[in-house]
């Protein structure tokens, strides 16, 4: 069972990494200075797909500290 969560922990890592890289930034950050910022607003995400990121994000950052808290409390007390 033990090995099953550690899959099931990496599993949301990648995913955890791939939503987070998804949403689009506060601000522009080095792309807005390297580029001028003018094609920013073509590449604009709609605003519905950036919340969605968000609240995907928050359930799978949760996901992750259980997982994670559960792995650590069955391998220093096995059963």
């Known amino acids: 069972m033990l090995a099953a969560a550690k899959v099931v922990l990496v599993i949301l890592c990648v995913l955890l990494v791939t939503v987070i890289l ?3 930034g506060r601000s522009a950050g080095l792309s807005g200075v390297i580029t001028g910022g003018s094609d920013q607003a073509n590449t ?9 990121l968000g609240r995907v994000t928050v359930v799978l950052a949760i996901f992750f500290f259980l997982l994670t808290l559960f792995i650590a409390y069955f391998s220093n007390h096995p059963h």
């Open 44 to 52: 604009r995400k709609p605003k519905g797909l950036d919340s969605l």
């Open 22 to 24: 998804l949403q689009s």
